[in-house]
């Protein structure tokens, strides 16, 4: 007796596409690995480690280099920006929260959303993702640049050739390649490949550094505040921008798009859940602190860098140079410190900007090949990129492939297209995960979750479906031209899984073999722990 095949077997393309939105590993195989002492992780972590580990995963290029660019969109009013962004990061945060203590794999947003969503919602998640942390390598290797550049100016008196230190789009005449923003990467890449990586001990170091950096920055800046900076009249609402009907405050949500890059990490506490002692409470308060705690330095920072300085020395106009402004707007913060006469306070800035940015730089440089590698072992991109090397055990094609193509934009693109375009897709990725939260309270009412988005009424999470509006609201504030690129790469990747990822996944290959479709949603969950585990950065 020959069995009907599943629907995601038949039809045409067209057919098999639909189909395919409703095939998903699903999360009671996850939920029973993670339950399995054999192949479980120690549970050691409680809040104050998730806490620490946020903090240090946050605090990075965001704050050391586009502060400065939150502050010409906003001018004074970006630390209401600040305000606005860990208040969507917290919804944000919520939902990684349940999605985590839901199904606890030691993975990302990309490993919950293949086991909640299904397949292309989780391919679309894992293709924006590529986005935010491969462009946004580039982002901070342009920070890292400016503030290596103003080092060696500073302390030397050595200057870089302008055609050297700025790209061929910056708007420095003369700029052609940005080479220190492109060697760092080089160099990084070649480390990952060999597969070095920072200790324990190492990673505190860099934690610690920024922190004092910091508190350095706020510590003296406060004192040197002038009131006449902090009530200068904001930027004027760029024409064309939809928060132009919110009058004063569309300002703080322009900048509010722009500095999300600032907080970019704090998901990293999501994927301890299968080694946290206790999921329920201790997730909340690690992701919740942590943005808590960085939010609160970040405004406090904020304040110091327009009260010290007029946001204006970063625009080009009266008695500002284009030059002039781009140099300070990657590092402002060692800009304002010299601005006041203090050369070795600046210099100790960018010197501590510089380890912590590289440090951000390595992990980015880290997760985005990873994602690449998870794809390609899942199928949807070719298997041989999951290839890892025999020495080394790193996966090494992925590696390098990412690092020459983020060190081409680093090296001819700018600080501004490179963070709008890692904010956009890391807003795409944020409004995913509340959105998952949502279906899965309908699809799978049943599953356990030791820690619930609160604020739900009957099934339907109320801060999970803000944050889903807050999040597009922020990636409708960006550019036009950087909506048009991130559909644009969007629409690349729904090409290619449509022409090569609907044929050769693992999970559609899965199904098609299997007779019995009550076996066919059932997958091998130990390749499954495998996949989210190669995400976990």
């Known amino acids: 007796m020959t069995s009907t095949p599943p629907p995601a077997t038949q039809g045409g393309l067209f057919k098999r596409s639909l189909a395919r939105y409703g095939l998903k590993k699903p999360p009671e195989d996850v939920i029973a690995q993670a339950n399995d002492p054999t192949r479980s992780l120690k549970k050691t972590l409680g809040a104050l480690d998730l806490t620490v580990l946020g903090v240090g995963a946050i605090i ?52 919950y959303a293949y086991s909640s969503v299904g397949e292309v919602p989780a391919w679309t998640l894992g293709w924006a993702l590529v986005l935010e942390y491969a462009v946004g390598s580039a982002a901070v290797a342009i920070g890292w640049s400016g503030n290596f550049t103003a080092l060696l100016r500073s302390t030397m008196g050595f200057e870089l050739p302008v055609w050297l230190a700025n790209s061929l789009t910056s708007p420095v005449d003369g700029g052609f390649i940005n080479l220190p923003a492109m060697l760092i990467v080089f160099a990084i890449t070649a480390l990952l490949v060999v597969g070095s990586k920072e200790s324990a001990r190492l990673t505190g170091v860099f934690v610690a550094i920024k922190l004092a950096i910091l508190l350095v920055v706020i ?133 501590g900007a510089i380890v912590g940015i590289t440090s951000v730089l390595m992990v980015l440089l880290m997760g985005g090949p990873r994602v690449f590698f998870a794809l390609a072992r899942d199928g949807l991109l070719p298997e041989s990129w999951s290839t890892v090397h025999p020495k080394f055990g790193t996966p090494y094609k992925t590696t390098i492939g990412t690092g020459l193509s983020v060190g081409v934009f680093a090296g001819f693109g700018t600080l501004g297209a490179a963070s709008a375009l890692t904010n956009i897709g890391t807003l795409f990725a944020f409004t995913m995960v509340c959105l998952s939260v949502v279906i899965l309270r309908y699809t799978k009412p049943e599953l356990e979750r030791p820690f619930r988005v609160p604020l739900t009424i009957g099934r339907f999470p109320l801060p999970a479906a803000l944050g889903v509006v807050l999040c597009i609201g922020l990636m409708a504030s960006l550019s036009r031209s950087t909506i048009i690129e991130f559909f644009g790469w969007m629409g690349l990747g729904l090409i290619l899984f449509s022409v090569y990822g609907i044929r050769k996944s693992k999970l559609f290959g899965h199904i098609g073999r299997d007779d019995s479709p009550d076996k066919a949603r059932s997958l091998d969950t130990e390749a499954a722990a495998a996949d989210a585990q190669s995400l976990d950065s």
């Open 60 to 111: 990075g290029a965001g704050i050391f280099v586009l502060a400065g660019v939150g502050a010409t969109l906003a001018g004074p009013y970006i630390v209401f920006s600040f305000m606005v962004a860990g208040f969507v990061c917290a919804l944000a945060g919520l939902s990684y929260a349940e999605l985590a203590s839901t199904i606890p794999t030691s993975g990302s947003a990309y490993a």
């Open 219 to 351: 510590g003296m800046g406060m004192f040197f505040i002038k009131g006449a900076n902090l009530s200068l009249d904001p930027p004027a609402v760029p024409d064309g921008s939809w928060f132009a009907i919110l009058g004063g405050a569309g300002p703080i949500v322009g900048a509010a798009a722009i500095i999300f890059f600032a907080y970019i990490g704090f998901d990293a506490v999501s994927t301890t859940a299968e080694e946290t002692k206790n999921p329920k409470r201790d997730l909340p308060i690690g992701i919740l602190g942590s943005l808590f705690i960085t939010t609160t330095l970040y405004i406090l920072a904020s304040t110091v860098l327009v009260g010290m300085v007029p946001y204006t020395d970063f625009l080009e106009g009266p008695g500002v140079t284009a030059e002039q402004a781009a140099e300070r707007i990657v590092e402002p913060f060692g800009y304002a410190f010299e601005a006041a006469g203090f050369s070795f306070v600046a210099n100790m800035i960018r010197a």
